[in-house]
C-alpha cells in the first residue's frame, strides 16, 4: 500500500499544474470579445502548453508503470482465489488478511487513480478500468463469502433452552363453557419467571468469534461503496435464520379464515404457542438479532436498523395476524384466561418493542402491536362480559339429578379461580366498567370497611359473577318439585362456593363478610331443609295432649304407623340425593338425628306399655342407623332392605 | 299537522295511522335515495379511476393507493347505509341472513388476501434494493467492466426474483444457493448472493388465486323486489371488494397466482359497474397477457422496472469496453428511467403498505359491527 502512495505523487504535482494552466487558457480563448494581439498571445500559450502536456504524457506513461506494477500483483491475489474451490475464511486467517490487504490496496489504488481526473490519460483509464474490475470480483467474491460465513455458523436452538421463558402454564384449561363437566385439569403456574431483564436472554445468533470477520467485510464493502450489496446479502441470510428459529417453535403459519374456524383445543394450543413465541421472538430472538445488526453495521450509519427492521418484518407480522385473529373471533367465555396471557404477554413487550423499533423505519412494527394490544384489550373485556352473561343465562330443563353441585356451579368457580393470577391485568382492564358492576348488584358495597383486595375492580366483579351464578342456581332450584330438595341444592352449591373461595387466593378478594354471609346461607338452606322434610314427621310423634302421660293404645299404634310410612318414604326418595361434601353430609345427618331420633325415642319412652314389635316397625337404632344412608346418591327402599326389623 | 286535535276520534286514530305509515314510506323513500347516492358515488369514483393521469398509471402504486382510498370511502358509506338508525332485527331476516354472512364471509378472506399483499410489498421493496445497486453502478463515468460487471449481477438477481414462480419460491432459492455450502461453483452466470425468497405468511397450500375464486364463488346479483332495496348496495359493496382484492393480487407479487380468475360476472346493465367494468377487462386482458411469462405481477412500477432491467441486462452482455457512444446513451437512458421508478417506490411503496394495512382494519371493523348488529338481533326481546 505504501508502494502505491509513493507511486503516484510523483506525476501527481506536474500533471496538476499544467492540465490547471491548459484549461484556462483554453477557458480565456473561446471569450468572445478579445483584441487580435491578446488572442494571438494565447493561441501561442496554448501550443506550448500542448507539447509540455505530450511530453509529461509520455514521461507519466512511464510514472503510471509503478501503478500497473502495483496493479499487477494485486491483481494475482485476488484472482488467484477466483479459480479456489476452497472459501477464503475457511482456510485460515493468513489468507483472509492477505485477501482483505489486497482488497484494501485496489482500492487505494481507484482513489488515487481518480483523484487525477482532471487530467486526461489513456493510461490511467486503463488502470482505473482493471483496478474496477478488480474491485468488483473481490466484492462479488467477498459477498459470496459473507453469505456462507453466515450460512455456516448459523447457530441452532433449542426450545428448551428457553424452558423458563415459556412455561407458564404446564397444563391447559381447555374446558369449553358448553361441556360442562368435570372437574378442570389443576393448572401449575409458574410465574415467578416473568422477569423483564431482557439482556438475560441475548444469545449469539452468530459465534462470537466469527463476528470480528464478518465486521472485517462489512468494513471494505462499506469503503468500496458496495454496502447496499453487503446489507441485501446480510438480510436475505438472516431472514432465512430467523425463520428457522422461527419455525422451530412450532407456530403454524395459519390463515385468519382458518383461525376463525378452528375448534377451541387446537385454537388454545395456537394461542399458548403464540404467547409463548412472542416472548421469545422478542426476548431472545428479536434481542439478539438486534445486537448483531449493531455489532455488525452500527458504524455505518442507519444501516443496521434498516437491515433489523427488513430481517424482522416477515415473521412479526405473522405473529401479528395472529393476534389480530384471535382478536376479532368471537368472544367466547373460555377464551377469557388465554387472551389474558396473551393480552399480559404483549404488555410485558410491548416496551422492549419499542426499544427495538425505536426509530422510523420500525414505526410500522410499533403502530402495529400497540394496536393488537388495544385490541387484545378489548376482546377480554368482551370475552369478560360474556363469561359474565353465559354464567347468568345458563339454561336448564331438567332439574340436576340428586340436587349435588351443579356442572356451572364447578365451572365457575374453578375457572375464577384463575383470575387471581391475573389481578392486576383485571384490575387494569376492568377498572372503567368498575361502576356498572357495583350498580349491576346491590349487595356488593365495594369498599366499605374492605381491605384493598377486596374493593379492586376484580373482586367486584367476581362477586357479581357469583351472585349472578347465585341467581341462576335460585332459578335451577325451582326446577325441582320438592321443596326440600330445592334447599338441598341451593345448600350444595353455596357451600361449595364458600369451600371454593376459602381454598383459594379467592378469600383475599372475597373477604370476611361475604364468607360470613355465604355460611350463613347455606346453613339456612340447611334448616329450611330440616323444616320442610322433618317438620311434618316429627309432627307425629309430637304430643299434643301433654296433661295426659301415655297416649291410647290405638292412637300410638297409627301414630307409629304414620310415622313408618313417613319415615320410609323420607328414606327412599332422600337416599337418592346427594351432598358431595362428606362433611357437610355427616354434619347434615348427626343434626337430623339429633331432631329426629330424639323425638322418636322421647315418643318411645312416653308410651312404654304399648311398645311391642308389631306396632313400632323401626327401632330407635334402626333409625339412627337408617338416617346415615340418606344423601349418598344411590335410591334404596327401607321396606326390601336388610336393614328391615326382623321378626 | 297536529294529532292532538284528532286524538280520541275515530278519525284521529286513522290519521294517527297514517301519519305513521307516511313516515315509514318516508323512510323507506330516505333509503332508496341513499342507496342510489351511494351507487352514484361508486360510479364516480370508479369512472375517475378508470381515467387515469399521466401520474397514475393503471395499476401503479399511486393509483393503487386511490383504489384503496375508494375501497375506504365506499365501505364507509355503506355501513352508514346499512347500520345506521337500522333496526337489527331487519337484518336477520331473509334475505338478509343469507347475504350479511356471506359479505363478512368474504371478508375474512379479504383479509388473507391483505396479509399476502402487504407480504408481496416486501418482495417488491427487495427489487428495488437491487436496481438501487444496479443503478449505482451504472451511475459511475466511464462505465468500466467492473462496474458492468456489478451491474449485470444486481440485474440477473432482480430479474430471477420478478420471474420467481410464485408457487414454491423457496425451491428455486435452495438449488440456487447449495453452491455456498462449501463449494463454490465456477459458474459466472450464477444469481447472486442477495437473492432472497418470498417468505410467504400462510400455509403452504394457501393460495390468492384459489381465495379470489372462492369469494367470486355463488356472488349473484340481486333480481326482481330485491334489485332495488338494501340487497343491492350489499351487492355493490361485495363487488367493490372482490375487485379491489383481485386487482391487487394481479398487481402485487402474492403467493400462488396460477388459475387467478380474469372474470366475476357483473351485469352490463347496472349503472354503477360501467367504469368498474371497463378496469376489470382492462386489467384482466393484461394478466393474460403476462400470465404465462414472468410472476412479478402487473404493477405499473414493476413492469416498467422489468424492461428497463432487461434492457441492460442486454447492454451489459454486450458491453466491451470503452463501449458503443450510442449503446452508452440508451444505457443512460435506461438507469434514468430505473431511477425515476425507484424513486416513485421508494416514496410510494410505504404509503401503499400502509392504505393495505388501513384497509385490513377497516374491515375487521365494519365486520365487528356487523356481527354486534346481528348479535343484538338474536337476542330475545326484554
Known amino acids: 500500500m505504501d508502494e502505491c502512495q509513493s507511486a503516484i505523487p510523483t506525476v501527481d504535482g506536474d500533471l496538476h499544474v499544467v492540465a490547471a494552466a491548459h484549461h484556462i487558457v483554453k477557458a480565456l480563448g473561446t471569450t468572445k470579445n478579445l483584441s487580435d494581439d491578446l488572442r494571438k498571445i494565447l493561441i501561442d500559450l496554448d501550443a506550448h502548453l500542448s507539447t509540455m502536456t505530450s511530453n509529461i504524457d509520455s514521461k507519466g506513461g512511464k510514472g503510471f508503470f509503478g501503478v500497473e506494477e502495483q496493479l499487477k500483483q494485486v491483481e494475482r491475489k485476488i484472482m488467484i482465489w477466483e479459480s479456489e474451490q476452497m472459501m477464503i475464511w475457511d482456510s485460515g486467517p493468513k489468507d483472509t488478511s492477505d485477501y482483505l490487504e489486497a482488497v484494501d490496496e485496489v482500492q487505494t489504488l481507484i482513489d488515487g487513480l481518480r483523484s487525477l481526473s482532471v487530467y486526461e490519460n489513456q493510461k490511467r483509464k486503463e488502470l482505473l478500468r482493471r483496478a474496477s474490475s478488480l474491485l468488483q470480483m473481490a466484492m462479488s467474491r467477498l459477498e459470496d463469502e459473507l453469505i456462507h460465513m453466515l450460512a455456516k455458523h448459523r447457530q441452532q436452538f433449542e426450545p428448551k433452552y428457553m424452558s423458563c421463558l415459556s412455561t407458564r402454564w404446564n397444563v391447559v384449561y381447555n374446558e369449553s363453557f358448553d361441556s360442562l363437566e368435570n372437574e378442570p385439569a389443576k393448572e401449575t403456574s409458574s410465574r415467578n419467571c416473568t422477569s423483564n431483564e431482557s439482556s438475560e436472554y441475548i444469545v449469539d445468533l452468530v459465534p462470537a468469534h466469527v463476528i470480528p470477520d464478518i ?14 450489496e453487503f446489507c441485501e446479502a446480510f438480510i436475505g441470510e438472516r431472514k432465512e435464520a430467523l425463520e428457522q428459529y422461527f419455525a422451530v417453535l412450532k407456530m403454524g403459519k395459519l390463515s385468519i379464515g382458518d383461525v376463525l374456524q378452528m375448534e377451541w383445543t387446537s385454537l388454545s394450543n395456537e394461542m399458548n404457542k403464540w404467547t409463548r413465541s412472542m416472548k421469545i421472538m422478542f426476548r431472545v430472538y428479536l434481542a439478539s438479532e438486534k445486537r448483531l445488526c ?8 442507519s444501516f443496521n436498523s434498516f437491515c433489523f427492521v ?16 384471535v382478536a376479532m373471533g368471537p368472544h367466547q367465555p373460555e377464551k377469557l384466561l388465554r387472551l389474558l396471557d396473551m393480552y399480559e404477554t404483549l404488555s410485558d413487550i410491548v416496551l422492549d418493542i419499542d426499544a427495538l423499533f425505536s426509530d422510523e423505519a420500525g414505526s410500522f412494527v410499533r403502530t402495529e402491536f400497540h394496536g393488537l394490544l388495544e385490541r387484545l384489550a378489548g376482546s377480554v373485556k368482551e370475552s369478560f362480559n360474556i363469561f359474565r352473561v353465559s354464567v347468568s343465562s345458563n339454561k336448564s330443563v331438567y332439574p340436576f339429578p340428586g340436587g349435588g353441585v351443579h356442572p356451572l356451579s364447578k365451572y365457575v368457580m374453578n375457572y375464577i379461580r384463575m383470575f387471581p393470577e391475573y389481578c392486576n391485568t383485571l384490575n387494569l382492564l376492568l377498572e372503567d366498567r368498575h361502576s356498572d358492576a357495583a350498580n349491576l348488584v346491590t349487595e356488593l358495597q365495594c369498599g366499605r370497611n374492605a381491605s ?4 379492586c375492580p376484580m373482586a367486584c366483579h367476581l362477586r357479581s359473577i357469583t351472585s349472578s351464578l347465585e341467581s341462576n342456581l335460585h332459578k335451577k332450584s325451582k326446577l325441582y318439585k320438592d321443596e326440600a330438595l330445592q334447599h338441598i341444592f341451593l345448600m350444595n352449591n353455596i357451600h361449595y362456593m364458600v369451600q371454593k373461595v376459602k381454598d383459594s387466593e379467592l378469600r383475599h378478594f372475597f373477604g370476611d363478610e361475604w364468607m360470613r354471609k355465604h355460611n350463613a346461607k347455606f346453613q339456612q338452606h340447611e334448616m329450611n331443609y330440616e323444616r320442610s322434610t322433618w317438620s311434618s314427621v316429627i309432627s307425629l310423634l309430637k304430643d299434643d295432649n301433654p296433661g295426659s302421660s301415655s297416649l291410647s293404645k290405638s292412637t300410638f299404634k297409627e301414630r307409629c304407623k304414620a310415622f313408618g310410612i313417613a319415615f320410609e318414604e323420607v328414606y327412599k326418595t332422600q337416599t337418592s340425593w346427594c351432598i358431595p361434601d362428606p362433611q357437610l353430609r355427616e354434619d347434615l345427618q348427626i343434626s337430623t338425628s339429633l331432631k329426629v331420633v330424639h323425638a322418636y325415642r322421647t315418643f318411645l319412652g312416653r308410651n312404654p306399655a304399648h311398645v311391642d314389635e308389631k306396632c313400632v316397625k323401626h327401632t330407635v337404632e334402626d333409625v339412627e342407623k337408617s338416617l346415615l344412608d340418606l344423601f349418598e346418591g344411590s335410591p334404596r327402599s327401607l321396606r326390601n332392605s336388610p336393614r328391615r326389623v326382623k321378626p | 299537522m297536529n294529532a292532538n286535535e284528532y286524538q280520541g276520534s275515530f278519525l284521529g286514530r286513522i290519521s294517527i295511522r297514517r301519519n305513521q305509515v307516511v313516515v315509514m314510506d318516508a323512510i323507506h323513500e330516505q333509503e332508496l335515495e341513499d342507496i342510489e347516492l351511494f351507487q352514484k358515488h361508486v360510479s364516480d369514483r370508479f369512472s375517475e379511476l378508470s381515467s387515469p393521469s399521466d401520474d397514475d398509471a393503471v395499476l401503479s402504486i399511486s393509483w393503487l393507493c386511490k383504489l384503496l382510498d375508494v375501497f375506504l370511502c365506499c365501505e364507509a358509506e355503506f355501513e352508514a347505509i346499512l347500520l345506521m338508525d337500522r333496526d337489527p332485527y331487519q337484518l336477520s331476516k331473509p334475505p338478509f341472513d343469507r347475504l350479511i354472512p356471506e359479505l363478512l364471509d368474504r371478508a375474512v378472506k379479504a383479509l388473507d388476501i391483505c396479509n399476502a399483499v402487504t ?16 443503478i449505482s453502478a451504472l451511475d459511475q463515468k466511464p462505465i468500466g467492466d467492473g462496474e458492468v460487471k456489478r451491474a449485470k449481477r444486481a440485474l440477473s438477481t432482480l430479474m430471477a426474483a420478478i420471474n420467481l414462480d410464485d408457487k414454491d419460491g423457496t425451491n428455486a432459492k435452495s438449488t440456487e444457493r447449495s453452491w455456498s455450502f462449501g463449494r463454490r461453483s465456477g459458474n459466472k ?10 417468505s410467504w405468511q400462510v400455509a403452504k397450500n394457501w393460495s390468492a388465486a384459489k381465495q379470489i375464486q372462492s369469494t367470486i364463488y355463488n356472488l349473484v346479483a340481486p333480481r326482481g323486489a330485491e334489485a332495488s332495496g338494501l340487497p343491492s348496495p350489499i351487492y355493490t359493496m361485495n363487488v367493490i371488494m372482490i375487485f379491489v382484492m383481485w386487482a391487487l393480487v394481479a398487481a402485487i407479487p402474492c403467493q400462488e397466482r396460477t388459475g387467478l380468475p380474469t372474470h366475476f360476472p357483473v351485469p352490463k346493465q347496472l349503472n354503477w359497474a360501467h367504469s368498474l367494468i371497463g378496469l376489470q377487462e382492462k386489467i384482466a386482458d393484461e394478466w393474460k397477457k403476462k400470465e404465462k411469462k414472468g410472476m412479478a405481477g402487473l404493477l405499473d412500477e414493476m413492469q416498467r422496472m422489468e424492461k428497463s432491467a432487461q ?18 446513451q440508451e444505457a443512460a437512458g435506461h438507469v434514468a428511467e430505473l431511477t425515476e421508478i425507484c424513486r416513485i417506490m421508494e416514496q410510494g411503496l410505504t404509503p401503499l403498505q400502509m392504505h393495505i394495512r388501513e384497509v385490513f382494519h377497516r374491515i375487521v371493523r365494519s365486520r365487528t359491527e356487523f356481527l354486534d348488529v346481528l348479535e343484538k338481533a338474536s337476542l330475545p326481546v326484554i
Open chain 2, 189 to 198: 452466470d450464477r444469481v447472486a448472493g442477495q437473492f432472497r425468497s418470498l
Open chain 1, 215 to 228: 465486521k472485517s467485510i462489512a468494513k471494505v464493502m462499506f469503503a468500496s461503496d458496495y454496502g447496499q
Open chain 1, 310 to 325: 427488513e430481517i424482522s418484518k416477515a415473521t412479526l407480522l405473522c405473529l401479528l395476524n395472529f393476534g389480530e385473529a
Open chain 2, 119 to 134: 407480504n408481496g410489498v416486501e418482495s417488491v421493496r427487495h427489487c428495488q434494493k437491487l436496481a438501487e445497486i444496479a
Open chain 1, 452 to 455: 384493598l383486595s377486596t374493593s
Open chain 2, 311 to 328: 434492457s441492460l441486462i442486454d447492454f451489459t452482455d454486450s458491453f466491451q469496453f470503452p463501449g458503443d457512444a450510442e449503446k452508452l
Open chain 1, 294 to 301: 449493531d455489532l455488525i453495521l452500527g458504524e455505518f450509519g
